[in-house]
Protein backbone atom coordinates (compact mmCIF):
# COMPACT_ATOMS: atom_id res chain seq x y z
CA UNK A 1 0.00 0.00 0.00
CA UNK A 2 0.99 3.78 -0.63
CA UNK A 3 0.51 6.44 2.02
CA UNK A 4 1.20 9.82 2.19
CA UNK A 5 1.07 11.91 5.79
CA UNK A 6 -1.16 13.90 6.98
CA UNK A 7 -0.32 17.15 8.85
CA UNK A 8 -1.44 15.65 12.17
CA UNK A 9 1.90 12.17 11.29
CA UNK A 10 4.08 15.50 12.14
CA UNK A 11 2.91 15.96 15.78
CA UNK A 12 3.25 11.95 16.28
CA UNK A 13 6.35 11.76 19.08
CA UNK A 14 8.55 8.75 17.87
CA UNK A 15 7.13 5.99 19.71
CA UNK A 16 3.83 6.13 17.75
CA UNK A 17 5.44 7.37 14.24
CA UNK A 18 7.24 4.74 12.09
CA UNK A 19 10.33 5.22 13.56
CA UNK A 20 8.80 3.20 16.03
CA UNK A 21 8.04 0.43 13.78
CA UNK A 22 11.46 0.56 13.24
CA UNK A 23 11.28 2.76 9.83
CA UNK A 24 12.95 5.62 10.55
CA UNK A 25 13.69 6.19 6.58
CA UNK A 26 9.88 6.11 6.16
CA UNK A 27 8.98 8.29 8.85
CA UNK A 28 11.50 10.92 7.59
CA UNK A 29 9.95 10.77 4.06
CA UNK A 30 6.65 11.45 5.10
CA UNK A 31 7.83 14.25 7.07
CA UNK A 32 8.79 15.54 3.44
CA UNK A 33 5.83 14.72 1.46
CA UNK A 34 7.00 11.77 -0.19
CA UNK A 35 5.07 8.84 -0.75
CA UNK A 36 5.87 5.70 0.72
CA UNK A 37 5.18 2.09 0.22
CA UNK A 38 4.47 0.29 3.20
CA UNK A 39 3.12 -3.42 2.86
CA UNK A 40 3.10 -4.72 6.59
CA UNK A 41 -0.39 -4.33 8.91
CA UNK A 42 -0.27 -0.57 10.20
CA UNK A 43 -1.55 -0.37 13.97
CA UNK A 44 -5.12 1.20 14.29
CA UNK A 45 -4.02 4.78 15.78
CA UNK A 46 -1.10 5.32 13.00
CA UNK A 47 -3.05 4.57 9.89
CA UNK A 48 -5.91 7.53 10.91
CA UNK A 49 -2.67 9.65 10.49
CA UNK A 50 -1.73 8.82 6.95
CA UNK A 51 -3.59 9.07 3.35
CA UNK A 52 -3.61 6.27 1.01
CA UNK A 53 -2.70 6.98 -1.89
CA UNK A 54 -3.90 5.21 -5.59
CA UNK A 55 -1.45 6.49 -7.78
CA UNK A 56 2.41 5.92 -7.27
CA UNK A 57 4.46 9.14 -7.48
CA UNK A 58 7.97 7.44 -6.89
CA UNK A 59 7.03 6.01 -3.23
CA UNK A 60 9.61 5.13 -1.03
CA UNK B 1 37.70 -20.88 48.44
CA UNK B 2 38.34 -23.78 46.75
CA UNK B 3 38.77 -23.89 42.61
CA UNK B 4 35.90 -24.26 40.67
CA UNK B 5 34.95 -26.66 38.18
CA UNK B 6 33.26 -24.27 36.26
CA UNK B 7 33.80 -23.10 32.58
CA UNK B 8 32.37 -21.65 29.34
CA UNK B 9 33.33 -22.85 25.65
CA UNK B 10 32.47 -20.48 22.83
CA UNK B 11 30.91 -23.79 20.91
CA UNK B 12 28.23 -23.92 24.00
CA UNK B 13 26.48 -20.31 23.78
CA UNK B 14 24.06 -18.45 21.40
CA UNK B 15 24.25 -14.97 21.25
CA UNK B 16 20.92 -12.58 20.75
CA UNK B 17 20.38 -9.16 20.73
CA UNK B 18 17.55 -7.81 22.50
CA UNK B 19 15.66 -4.86 22.38
CA UNK B 20 15.55 -2.86 25.72
CA UNK B 21 12.61 -0.64 27.07
CA UNK B 22 14.31 1.66 28.99
CA UNK B 23 18.06 3.18 28.86
CA UNK B 24 20.15 1.93 31.60
CA UNK B 25 17.96 -1.39 31.82
CA UNK B 26 18.82 -4.56 30.23
CA UNK B 27 16.06 -6.21 28.16
CA UNK B 28 13.76 -8.34 30.34
CA UNK B 29 12.71 -11.72 30.05
CA UNK B 30 9.83 -11.02 27.52
CA UNK B 31 11.61 -8.96 25.55
CA UNK B 32 11.95 -9.69 21.74
CA UNK B 33 15.25 -11.35 21.62
CA UNK B 34 17.14 -12.16 17.65
CA UNK B 35 19.71 -14.77 17.70
CA UNK B 36 23.00 -13.86 15.15
CA UNK B 37 24.44 -16.50 13.49
CA UNK B 38 27.80 -15.98 14.93
CA UNK B 39 31.40 -17.64 13.67
CA UNK B 40 33.14 -15.67 16.16
CA UNK B 41 32.86 -12.95 18.79
CA UNK B 42 34.81 -11.10 21.87
CA UNK B 43 33.60 -9.01 24.49
CA UNK B 44 35.05 -7.34 27.46
CA UNK B 45 35.11 -8.85 31.44
CA UNK B 46 33.10 -7.65 34.06
CA UNK B 47 34.06 -6.22 37.16
CA UNK B 48 37.55 -4.68 36.69
CA UNK B 49 37.39 -5.22 32.93
CA UNK B 50 36.43 -2.03 31.98
CA UNK B 51 39.00 -0.55 34.70
CA UNK B 52 42.06 1.75 33.47
CA UNK B 53 44.15 3.30 35.83
CA UNK B 54 44.57 6.86 36.50
CA UNK B 55 48.46 7.72 37.50
CA UNK B 56 50.42 10.99 39.07
CA UNK B 57 53.25 12.17 38.18
CA UNK B 58 56.90 11.54 40.31
CA UNK B 59 57.05 14.25 42.25
CA UNK B 60 61.05 15.29 42.81
CA UNK B 61 61.56 14.33 46.71
CA UNK B 62 59.95 12.06 49.08
CA UNK B 63 60.86 8.95 47.26
CA UNK B 64 60.25 8.73 43.08
CA UNK B 65 57.80 6.22 43.59
CA UNK B 66 54.19 5.10 43.07
CA UNK B 67 52.20 4.95 46.72
CA UNK B 68 48.36 4.00 46.22
CA UNK B 69 47.32 7.84 46.32
CA UNK B 70 49.02 8.11 43.27
CA UNK B 71 47.68 5.22 41.52
CA UNK B 72 43.83 5.20 41.31
CA UNK B 73 41.23 2.75 39.21
CA UNK B 74 39.75 5.31 36.85
CA UNK B 75 35.93 4.15 36.16
CA UNK B 76 33.96 7.28 35.43
CA UNK B 77 34.28 7.10 31.43
CA UNK B 78 34.85 2.87 30.84
CA UNK B 79 33.20 1.45 27.91
CA UNK B 80 32.89 -2.10 27.03
CA UNK B 81 32.96 -3.40 23.73
CA UNK B 82 31.50 -6.23 22.00
CA UNK B 83 32.49 -7.56 18.84
CA UNK B 84 30.36 -10.04 16.61
CA UNK B 85 30.99 -11.82 13.12
CA UNK B 86 27.82 -13.34 11.58
CA UNK B 87 26.68 -14.96 8.94
CA UNK B 88 24.53 -12.54 6.87
CA UNK B 89 20.77 -13.19 7.25
CA UNK B 90 17.76 -10.66 6.99
CA UNK B 91 16.85 -11.13 10.58
CA UNK B 92 20.17 -10.52 12.30
CA UNK B 93 21.15 -8.20 9.55
CA UNK B 94 18.33 -5.65 9.52
CA UNK B 95 18.30 -6.13 13.85
CA UNK B 96 21.94 -4.76 13.90
CA UNK B 97 21.28 -2.03 11.32
CA UNK B 98 18.18 -1.02 13.09
CA UNK B 99 20.20 -0.29 16.12
CA UNK B 100 22.39 1.49 14.01
CA UNK B 101 20.56 3.70 12.26
CA UNK B 102 17.02 2.72 13.27
CA UNK B 103 15.55 1.52 10.44
CA UNK B 104 15.77 -2.02 9.81
CA UNK B 105 12.18 -3.55 9.89
CA UNK B 106 10.75 -7.15 8.99
CA UNK B 107 9.68 -6.60 4.96
CA UNK B 108 11.19 -3.29 4.82
CA UNK B 109 14.33 -2.23 2.67
CA UNK B 110 16.85 -0.72 5.38
CA UNK B 111 18.16 2.70 4.58
CA UNK B 112 20.75 5.28 6.04
CA UNK B 113 19.54 8.30 4.08
CA UNK B 114 21.37 11.90 4.38
CA UNK B 115 19.22 13.52 7.43
CA UNK B 116 19.51 10.55 9.74
CA UNK B 117 19.96 9.79 12.68
CA UNK B 118 16.28 10.67 13.58
CA UNK B 119 16.63 10.36 17.63
CA UNK B 120 19.60 12.22 18.82
CA UNK B 121 19.26 12.19 22.40
CA UNK B 122 20.25 9.23 24.54
CA UNK B 123 19.93 9.60 28.14
CA UNK B 124 19.84 7.42 31.19
CA UNK B 125 16.37 6.31 31.97
CA UNK B 126 15.06 7.11 28.60
CA UNK B 127 12.31 5.33 27.25
CA UNK B 128 14.27 5.52 23.38
CA UNK B 129 14.04 1.66 22.14
CA UNK B 130 17.30 2.20 20.03
CA UNK B 131 19.54 0.84 22.40
CA UNK B 132 19.78 -2.76 22.70
CA UNK B 133 21.31 -5.75 25.05
CA UNK B 134 23.76 -8.05 23.73
CA UNK B 135 23.02 -11.62 25.54
CA UNK B 136 25.66 -14.21 25.66
CA UNK B 137 24.27 -17.60 26.50
CA UNK B 138 26.02 -19.18 29.04
CA UNK B 139 29.16 -17.36 28.99
CA UNK B 140 29.05 -16.08 32.32
CA UNK B 141 31.21 -16.93 34.93
CA UNK B 142 29.27 -19.24 36.20
CA UNK B 143 29.07 -20.75 33.14
CA UNK B 144 25.80 -23.23 32.34
CA UNK B 145 22.60 -22.03 32.78
CA UNK B 146 23.83 -18.04 33.57
CA UNK B 147 24.11 -15.49 30.73
CA UNK B 148 26.36 -12.04 30.22
CA UNK B 149 24.27 -9.28 29.35
CA UNK B 150 25.78 -6.18 28.02
CA UNK B 151 22.73 -3.77 28.37
CA UNK B 152 22.16 -0.82 26.63
CA UNK B 153 24.93 -1.19 23.76
CA UNK B 154 25.09 1.06 20.36
CA UNK B 155 26.23 -0.32 17.35
CA UNK B 156 29.14 2.25 16.61
CA UNK B 157 30.31 0.28 13.31
CA UNK B 158 28.79 -2.53 10.91
CA UNK B 159 30.85 -4.59 8.34
CA UNK B 160 29.52 -6.66 5.36
CA UNK B 161 32.47 -8.45 3.51
CA UNK B 162 32.08 -11.13 1.00
CA UNK B 163 34.98 -12.98 -1.21
CA UNK B 164 33.76 -15.63 -3.38
CA UNK B 165 36.92 -17.87 -2.68
CA UNK B 166 36.42 -17.97 1.35
CA UNK B 167 34.07 -18.91 3.43
CA UNK B 168 31.72 -21.18 1.01
CA UNK B 169 31.15 -17.36 -0.10
CA UNK B 170 28.80 -16.67 2.45
CA UNK B 171 28.71 -12.58 3.24
CA UNK B 172 29.79 -12.19 6.48
CA UNK B 173 28.96 -9.31 8.83
CA UNK B 174 30.85 -8.04 11.64
CA UNK B 175 29.20 -5.42 14.51
CA UNK B 176 31.18 -3.49 16.88
CA UNK B 177 29.19 -2.75 19.87
CA UNK B 178 30.08 -0.08 22.68
CA UNK B 179 28.09 0.64 26.35
CA UNK B 180 29.27 3.08 29.47
CA UNK B 181 27.26 0.69 31.17
CA UNK B 182 28.56 -2.09 33.95
CA UNK B 183 27.79 -5.94 31.97
CA UNK B 184 25.85 -8.22 34.29
CA UNK B 185 25.42 -12.04 35.00
CA UNK B 186 21.66 -13.04 34.68
CA UNK B 187 19.56 -16.01 34.36
CA UNK B 188 16.52 -15.22 33.11
CA UNK B 189 14.16 -17.23 31.06
CA UNK B 190 14.04 -15.30 27.43
CA UNK B 191 10.72 -16.52 25.76
CA UNK B 192 10.06 -13.79 22.49
CA UNK B 193 13.16 -15.71 20.74
CA UNK B 194 13.79 -15.24 16.91
CA UNK B 195 16.26 -18.16 16.81
CA UNK B 196 18.85 -18.84 13.71
CA UNK B 197 17.07 -21.82 12.99
CA UNK B 198 14.37 -19.25 11.56
CA UNK B 199 16.96 -17.60 9.72
CA UNK B 200 17.46 -19.74 6.58
CA UNK B 201 18.56 -18.30 3.74
CA UNK B 202 22.10 -16.70 3.94
CA UNK B 203 23.59 -14.36 2.01
CA UNK B 204 26.06 -15.92 -0.87
CA UNK B 205 28.30 -14.67 -3.32
CA UNK B 206 27.79 -17.47 -5.32
CA UNK B 207 23.87 -16.15 -5.59
CA UNK B 208 24.65 -12.77 -6.91
CA UNK B 209 23.52 -12.17 -10.34
CA UNK B 210 24.20 -8.14 -10.71
CA UNK B 211 27.21 -6.53 -9.68
CA UNK B 212 27.22 -3.55 -11.35
CA UNK B 213 28.65 -0.25 -11.13
CA UNK B 214 26.79 3.12 -12.65
CA UNK B 215 28.60 6.14 -13.43
CA UNK B 216 25.69 6.72 -16.95
CA UNK B 217 26.19 3.42 -17.86
CA UNK B 218 26.09 -0.08 -16.01
CA UNK B 219 29.78 -1.91 -15.94
CA UNK B 220 29.08 -5.32 -15.39
CA UNK B 221 32.08 -5.98 -13.23
CA UNK B 222 33.74 -9.87 -12.03
CA UNK B 223 33.72 -9.36 -8.24
CA UNK B 224 35.68 -11.66 -6.73
CA UNK B 225 35.74 -9.64 -3.12
CA UNK B 226 33.46 -6.64 -1.41
CA UNK B 227 33.27 -4.54 1.57
CA UNK B 228 31.18 -1.88 2.64
CA UNK B 229 31.49 -0.48 6.44
CA UNK B 230 29.09 1.45 7.88
CA UNK B 231 30.63 3.32 10.99
CA UNK B 232 29.22 5.73 13.31
CA UNK B 233 31.30 6.98 17.14
CA UNK B 234 29.21 7.29 20.63
CA UNK B 235 30.62 9.09 23.38
CA UNK B 236 29.70 8.50 26.81
CA UNK B 237 28.33 11.78 28.83
CA UNK B 238 29.12 11.70 32.58
CA UNK B 239 29.06 9.52 35.25
CA UNK B 240 27.16 8.36 38.48
CA UNK B 241 28.45 7.55 41.59
CA UNK B 242 30.43 4.18 42.63
CA UNK B 243 27.27 3.05 44.58
CA UNK B 244 25.76 3.13 40.35
CA UNK B 245 28.82 1.59 39.09
CA UNK B 246 29.67 5.51 37.43
CA UNK B 247 27.32 4.66 34.86
CA UNK B 248 26.90 7.34 32.25
CA UNK B 249 24.56 10.40 32.08
CA UNK B 250 24.13 9.89 28.42
CA UNK B 251 25.55 8.91 24.61
CA UNK B 252 26.42 11.72 22.56
CA UNK B 253 26.51 10.86 18.95
CA UNK B 254 29.46 11.08 16.04
CA UNK B 255 28.62 11.48 12.69
CA UNK B 256 27.79 8.16 9.97
CA UNK B 257 30.91 7.06 7.30
CA UNK B 258 29.85 4.61 4.72
CA UNK B 259 32.74 3.48 3.10
CA UNK B 260 34.04 0.17 1.21
CA UNK B 261 36.01 -1.41 -1.42
CA UNK B 262 35.31 -3.85 -4.74
CA UNK B 263 37.71 -6.84 -6.03
CA UNK B 264 37.12 -7.11 -9.48
CA UNK B 265 38.78 -8.37 -12.62
CA UNK B 266 40.68 -5.64 -14.34
CA UNK B 267 39.12 -5.45 -17.45
CA UNK B 268 37.47 -3.07 -20.02
CA UNK B 269 34.36 -2.90 -17.89
CA UNK B 270 36.40 -2.70 -14.36
CA UNK B 271 38.47 0.80 -16.65
CA UNK B 272 35.26 2.33 -17.31
CA UNK B 273 34.04 1.66 -13.76
CA UNK B 274 37.37 4.05 -12.34
CA UNK B 275 36.35 7.17 -14.52
CA UNK B 276 38.26 9.86 -12.58
CA UNK B 277 35.83 12.68 -10.82
CA UNK B 278 32.46 10.23 -11.39
CA UNK B 279 30.13 9.63 -9.05
CA UNK B 280 28.66 6.06 -9.38
CA UNK B 281 26.06 3.86 -8.46
CA UNK B 282 26.93 0.39 -6.75
CA UNK B 283 24.44 -2.39 -7.28
CA UNK B 284 25.01 -5.71 -5.89
CA UNK B 285 21.85 -8.14 -5.95
CA UNK B 286 21.24 -11.75 -5.62
CA UNK B 287 16.89 -11.02 -6.22
CA UNK B 288 16.80 -11.89 -2.65
CA UNK B 289 19.54 -10.07 -1.08
CA UNK B 290 20.52 -6.80 -2.44
CA UNK B 291 23.02 -3.59 -1.45
CA UNK B 292 22.67 -0.67 -3.23
CA UNK B 293 24.69 2.68 -2.59
CA UNK B 294 23.33 5.32 -5.21
CA UNK B 295 26.16 7.92 -4.80
CA UNK B 296 29.92 6.49 -4.43
CA UNK B 297 33.28 8.06 -5.71
CA UNK B 298 36.43 6.41 -5.70
CA UNK B 299 38.92 6.41 -3.16
CA UNK B 300 42.21 5.73 -5.05
CA UNK B 301 41.13 2.72 -7.75
CA UNK B 302 44.59 0.25 -7.56
CA UNK B 303 45.88 -3.22 -9.41
CA UNK B 304 46.73 -5.68 -7.59
CA UNK B 305 49.10 -8.20 -9.08
CA UNK B 306 47.92 -11.63 -8.45
CA UNK B 307 48.75 -14.85 -10.45
CA UNK B 308 45.57 -15.61 -11.65
CA UNK B 309 44.98 -12.21 -13.47
CA UNK B 310 45.36 -8.95 -12.68
CA UNK B 311 42.74 -7.49 -10.51
CA UNK B 312 41.37 -3.69 -9.61
CA UNK B 313 41.10 -2.73 -6.03
CA UNK B 314 38.52 -0.02 -5.71
CA UNK B 315 37.76 1.37 -2.37
CA UNK B 316 35.04 4.22 -2.17
CA UNK B 317 32.96 6.39 0.14
CA UNK B 318 29.21 6.33 -0.06
CA UNK B 319 27.45 10.04 0.08
CA UNK B 320 23.90 11.49 -0.88
CA UNK B 321 22.89 13.50 -3.13
CA UNK B 322 20.52 16.44 -2.93
CA UNK B 323 17.67 16.46 -0.61
CA UNK B 324 18.56 15.14 2.72
CA UNK B 325 16.02 12.21 2.63
CA UNK B 326 18.46 11.01 -0.18
CA UNK B 327 19.60 7.31 0.42
CA UNK B 328 23.30 6.93 1.15
CA UNK B 329 23.30 2.95 1.33
CA UNK B 330 19.78 0.45 1.70
CA UNK B 331 19.81 -3.37 2.14
CA UNK B 332 17.52 -5.65 1.31
CA UNK B 333 17.77 -9.33 2.77
CA UNK B 334 14.58 -10.52 0.84
CA UNK B 335 12.60 -10.61 -2.31
CA UNK B 336 9.86 -8.60 -0.94
CA UNK B 337 11.13 -5.91 0.95
CA UNK B 338 9.77 -2.70 -0.22
Keep these: MIYKAKDSYKKLDNTKNFVALGCASKHQWLVEGQQINYNQKLPSELKKHLDEVSEDKGAK | MAKSAVFQTKSNTSVFIGTEATMGTAAVAGAALVELPVTDFSFSELAAGGQSLSIAPFRNS ?62 DGGTNVKQVSLIFREMAHAGEGTDMVFSSCMCTSMQFSGDISSNGGVVMCTAVFQTGY ?56 GFDTA ?20 TVKRDPESLAAIAEATYFALDLDTTVYQILAPKCIIDNASISFDDDGLKNIIPFRATYTGATTATIFSFAGTASDS
Design chain 2, 243 to 262: ANAFKPHGYSLGGYEVTGSL
Design chain 2, 182 to 237: LPTNTTLNYSSLTEVSAQQTVFNMHDLATTTINSGSAEDLVLYSFEMNIERPITRV
Design chain 2, 62 to 123: GGMTQSDDMVRAQRHDRIYEVSVTFMCTDAATKRVLLNLYEDGASGGISSLIGSMPTTKHYV
